[in-house]
């Protein structure tokens, strides 16, 4: 079973917002950076937003900084993505995973296992 499970996709209108969740089994989400990302048909998947262990620091790729949000709860062993004033270029396939502080640094992720994504579509 893949330690990730994302939800929250959906088909919205451009300005629109939306909240993905990932939930997270088979390690201790406390103690590593959380990270989303996505992939948009015919592109590789791209790092979108990250979230230390500690310390509440966060960081984000230009295209979605200033509309997107990242937030995690431990108890839950669950990341968020809050997605705000959506754009088209938005559309992807949106995934979660953990990351060492190397890999929050460089976008790289630790686990091989991927989930299968939420689909979110920005379309009038």
């Known amino acids: 079973q893949a330690p990730f499970v994302e939800s929250g996709g959906g088909l919205v209108q451009p300005g629109g917002s939306l909240r993905l969740s990932c939930v997270t089994s088979?390690?201790?989400?406390?103690?590593?950076?959380m990270l989303w990302y996505r992939q948009a048909p015919g592109k590789e998947r791209e790092y979108v937003a990250g979230?230390?262990?500690?310390?509440?620091?966060?960081k984000y790729a230009d295209s979605v900084k200033g509309r997107f949000t990242i937030s995690r709860d431990n108890a839950k062993n669950t990341v968020y993505l809050q997605m705000n004033n959506l754009k088209p270029e938005d559309t992807a396939v949106y995934y979660c995973?953990?990351?060492?502080?190397?890999?929050?640094?460089?976008?790289?992720?630790?686990?091989?296992?991927w989930g299968q994504g939420t689909q979110v579509t920005v379309s009038s």
């Open positions: 995973n953990a990351a060492s502080i190397s890999g929050y640094t460089d976008g790289t992720p630790h686990f091989a296992s």
């Open positions: 088979g390690f201790i989400i406390s103690t590593y950076a």
């Open positions: 979230l230390r262990a500690v310390g509440e620091i966060s």
